[in-house]
């Protein structure tokens, strides 16, 4: 099996370019499915996720192609049917994101339930809600679900919380649908603006994209054309912590600086510097870091995809810092994971209470989802003696290439192999050395 090896790590200086966000793209090549042309997307990250949507398309009849600069171009024209492959579906959240862009055009969807990341309770009763409104018909089986509409129409929907997956699940049904349909209480995310200003390109009448009402006005067809991804704001908030942890400086570039709004004022407010330009962040280490408090939320609040690399960052502040997890409150995975390493973290319901500025020290951790994957590599770079992280896969799910970024900026880290049988009982037993 793969496993991350790090070693404390000094100063880290450099630039590294941010590749496509992941969520965006997940959005985007499902919502290829409703054009009736061709679509070029650039920017597509290379990453598992990416990979299984491939499959998923090929399955169903949708051409996909990896062209050798990175774009990826999908033809929806010869896609035969809607019955989307259960053990895939279920190898990722946002394999939901077929069915609304699948139903209007034939009629019956059927497909697995959502997988990846495991927050222990993450429902898709929003998603059932809004597709209901508009006409669907749901029926659960024990390993997958189907949805039918004989029609679509438009109607006034208005979400009990705030949902990003929902809003844009219901945006991608209403665009075939016949009429207007208005969603109430959207998510603002820059992946909901960049789902709405493809489709618009090619067709549809969206208006209200990051506000907290989105109208759409059904139309009959849609084109194709090119469309660039948004940069991944999530990653590149991972790597301006990174110069928090380990002290330096560092620059993510090809990025969108207002994306990073809340995440640069908490860096600025623990202690860090930044320079921001029009497509680029240089976040600048003081050598000195303050605890804080910190609540997740919605867009443009703090994000919850964040909390776990921040929290990486908070054990090493000296002072009492308090995370409070709003959007997930179960998502803690990497709390017995750091406290493996000797973080001080109480967790009290939905709450890390954390006693920072405590020696960390490499031991054999596990990486239960991407973040928690990040917030272990940020920790190991704090470490002393050696860390090594299992759960590559996760990681993988999310980044191109974590490794070779960290190292290109100094971070001693390195992919290497090692008996699985050896890494469970390193991780058994908690030994501090591989």
């Known amino acids: 099996m793969n496993i991350i090896r790090l070693e404390r790590t000094g100063p880290l200086n450099g630039s590294v370019k941010i590749q496509g966000s992941k969520n965006s793209s997940l959005a985007l090549m499902a919502a290829c499915c409703l054009s009736d042309s061709p679509v070029t997307l650039s920017g597509i990250p290379d990453i598992y996720d990416i990979r299984v949507i491939c499959d998923i398309a090929d399955d169903i009849g949708m051409k996909t192609v990896r062209h050798p600069n990175g774009d990826i171009t999908l033809?929806?024209?010869?896609?035969?049917h809607a019955d989307i492959d259960k053990e895939k579906a279920s190898s990722y959240r946002a394999s939901y994101y077929f069915v609304g862009a699948l139903l209007a055009k034939f009629g019956k969807?059927?497909?697995?339930?959502?997988?990846?990341?495991?927050?222990?309770?993450?429902?898709?009763?929003?998603h059932i809600k809004g597709l209901k409104a508009m006409g669907a018909r749901f029926e659960f089986h024990e390993d997958h679900y189907t949805v039918e509409a004989t029609k679509l129409t438009g109607a006034d929907i208005y979400f009990d919380m705030i949902t990003s997956g929902a809003t844009i699940n219901c945006m991608l049904a209403a665009v075939l649908a016949e009429g207007r349909t208005v969603l109430r209480g959207a998510a603002k995310d820059p992946?909901?603006?960049?789902?709405?200003?493809?489709?618009?390109?090619?067709?549809?009448?969206?208006?209200?994209?990051?506000?907290?009402?989105i109208r759409i006005e059904g139309v009959r067809s849609l084109g194709g054309?090119?469309?660039?991804?948004?940069?991944?704001?999530?990653?590149?908030?991972?790597?301006?912590?990174?110069?928090?942890?380990?002290?330096?400086?560092?620059?993510?570039?090809?990025?969108?600086?207002?994306?990073?709004?809340?995440?640069?004022?908490?860096?600025?407010?623990?202690?860090?510097?930044?320079?921001?330009?029009?497509?680029?962040i240089t976040a600048h280490s003081t050598g000195k870091l303050k605890a804080t408090r910190v609540r997740t939320s919605m867009y443009p609040g703090f994000a919850t995809d964040l909390q776990q690399p921040l929290t990486a960052l908070l054990v090493t502040a000296p002072g009492k810092s308090i995370v409070t997890e709003k959007i997930y409150p179960k998502r803690f995975q990497h709390v017995p994971q750091l406290r493996r390493m000797g973080a001080d973290i109480e967790l009290r319901g939905s709450t890390a209470f954390i006693r920072g500025g405590q020696p960390l020290a490499g031991n054999w951790v596990h990486a239960a989802d991407i973040r928690a994957g990040t917030?272990?590599?940020?920790?190991?770079?704090?470490?002393?003696?050696?860390?090594?992280?299992?759960?590559?896969?996760?990681?993988?799910?999310?980044?191109?290439?974590?490794?070779?970024?960290?190292?290109?900026?100094?971070?001693?880290?390195?992919?290497?192999?090692?008996?699985?049988?050896?890494?469970?009982?390193?991780?058994?037993?908690?030994?501090v050395q591989p």
């Open 75 to 80: 033809d929806p024209r010869s896609i035969r």
């Open 109 to 126: 969807v059927s497909i697995g339930f959502p997988g990846g990341d495991n927050f222990v309770s993450r429902p898709i009763d929003q």
């Open 191 to 213: 992946e909901v603006v960049d789902t709405a200003i493809m489709l618009n390109e090619f067709g549809a009448n969206i208006s209200g994209a990051g506000t907290d009402t």
């Open 225 to 280: 054309g090119h469309h660039t991804v948004i940069p991944d704001r999530l990653i590149a908030g991972a790597f301006l912590m990174s110069a928090g942890i380990a002290g330096g400086s560092v620059t993510v570039t090809d990025v969108i600086p207002d994306h990073l709004g809340s995440c640069i004022a908490k860096l600025t407010e623990i202690g860090l510097q930044f320079e921001l330009r029009d497509q680029s």
């Open 375 to 431: 917030c272990l590599m940020l920790a190991g770079m704090a470490a002393e003696g050696t860390t090594c992280i299992t759960g590559v896969e996760h990681i993988e799910r999310g980044y191109e290439d974590a490794i070779g970024a960290f190292r290109s900026l100094g971070a001693n880290i390195s992919l290497e192999q090692v008996d699985a049988a050896h890494a469970e009982e390193k991780l058994r037993i908690g030994s």
